[in-house]
């Protein structure tokens, strides 16, 4: 079905048009927009004193209290599904003690999900640890494997309750960035360093377990992880470096996946790799608001390259969006994007979902600045502003479903 613009409507639909079925949703991080995550490594991070993170989480968005409102904006725009986080540090905050109330906190999360016709994707992890897990030893940690699935099964009210989707990590390949840059990715402006390898290892481990503890207690749940996969192609001269470049940064991680039900694809931007495997910075390109190439395109090139990669994996794209100021420019990005994507799907890549990231402006490890919300929040009151964006891009989820 196409989706067309009505006459007399403020904004049109967005202009592409996806198969039945296709999964309409928005992303949101959970340390990110709950608040007060105490327990966990980045919570301690961000207050200690001499910080290096420039701005605390503090309250966040709230969302711990108002995810209620939260999933009715996503409803009531139209969207079908919901990716949203669980806290280990929450749901375990002291080693071996999981804590039943958060459990049910999050159970009742994914019951008030079913009742608004929205479909939960939850991520179990995304950059942030109990802090007593990290000061023990963290990854590193002989048994982190078996503490990371003890979390998991302390979660099985929670997924039973009604999870379609479950995402293990969010993003490893840039979790396992960490020990070489303290502090989070917005401040990067072109590229990604290069992933620790031990890290990457244990992390691709980790959840290869995780799958297979998910799939035995809890079949017909989908699973798979996110992974940050930017556009980047060879300059001239330097394909074997672009190669190089793209297999340790994420192609390692999407291969790992071989064999999940689906691979999560963060695309955001993209760029050229020049020889010797730098980045090659465009002076001249439009940025966003985290200092990244305003490239809507692609979205398509990351997903055409994890297609040619792992060429029987479904693909859903769990988060995509702009931190910008100007809603405008968010929704002809947007658009664009969402048209790049479509142009990939035509070419043969196995898509079966768009999750924009973010449904709320939130903060962004360590700042406050970007805006990648479809709504926005006010900082005192936590009222939720929607932006025209929030229904243009919602208005195609009636016209899929
Ligand atoms: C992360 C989000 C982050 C977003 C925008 C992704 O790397 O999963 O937590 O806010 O990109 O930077």
Do not use: C
Not at 22 to 36: D, K, M, R
Not at 63 to 92: K, M, Q
Not at 180 to 189: N, Y
Not at 363 to 375: A, H, I, K, M, T
Request: hydrophobic share 40%; charged share 20%.
């Amino acid at each position: 079905m196409t989706a067309t613009a009505r006459p007399g409507t403020p904004l049109s639909t967005p202009s592409t048009s996806f198969p039945a079925g296709f999964l309409w949703g928005v992303s949101v991080g959970a340390h990110q927009t709950e608040g007060n995550n105490l327990g966990s490594d980045w919570w301690f991070r961000e207050n200690e004193p001499g910080s290096t993170v420039r701005e605390r989480s503090g309250d966040a968005v709230d969302s711990y209290h108002r995810w209620r409102e939260d999933f009715d904006l996503a409803a009531g725009a139209g969207f079908t599904d919901y990716r949203f986080g669980v806290e280990w540090a929450r749901i375990e905050p002291v080693d071996g003690h999981p804590s039943r109330a958060q459990v049910d906190h999050y159970r009742r999360m994914v019951d008030g999900a079913a009742v608004r016709g929205l479909r939960p994707l939850l991520t179990l992890h995304h950059f942030t640890n109990p802090l007593w897990f990290t000061a023990s030893g963290g990854w590193g940690r002989t048994d982190a494997i078996p503490r990371f699935l003890r979390y998991i099964d302390a979660l099985a009210p929670v997924i039973d309750a009604g999870v379609a989707r479950v995402m293990t990590f969010n993003e490893p390949n840039v979790l396992a960035t960490f020990p070489r840059i303290a502090a989070g990715r917005g401040e990067l402006s072109e590229g990604l360093p290069e992933p620790d390898e031990v890290l990457a290892r244990v992390l691709i481990e980790t959840h290869q377990a995780a799958v297979a503890r998910l799939r035995d207690r809890h079949p017909g749940v989908e699973l798979g992880w996110g992974i940050s996969v930017q556009d980047y192609r060879a300059a001239p001269g330097a394909e074997a470096d672009a190669e190089t470049y793209s297999e340790t940064r994420d192609q390692q991680f999407v291969r790992a996946a071989v064999g999940d039900d689906f691979v999560g694809v963060h695309a955001y931007t993209g760029g050229l790799i020049g020889i010797g495997g730098k980045p090659v910075v465009d002076p001249h390109a439009e940025r966003t608001q985290t200092g990244w190439a305003v490239l809507p395109d692609a979205l398509g090139g990351a997903v055409r390259r994890v297609s040619r990669i792992a060429p029987h994996l479904p693909i859903i794209v769990t988060e995509n969006g702009i931190a910008t100021a100007d809603d405008r420019r968010r929704i002809t990005f947007t658009d664009a994007a969402l048209a790049s994507l479509r142009g990939a799907m035509d070419d043969g890549a196995d898509v079966r979902g768009y999750f924009h990231w973010s449904l709320l402006d939130n903060w962004e490890w360590g700042s406050w600045s970007p805006r990648f919300g479809l709504v926005a929040v006010d900082p005192e009151t936590f009222a939720r502003i929607p932006k025209p964006s929030l229904a243009w891009l919602g208005s195609l989820g009636p016209v899929i479903r």
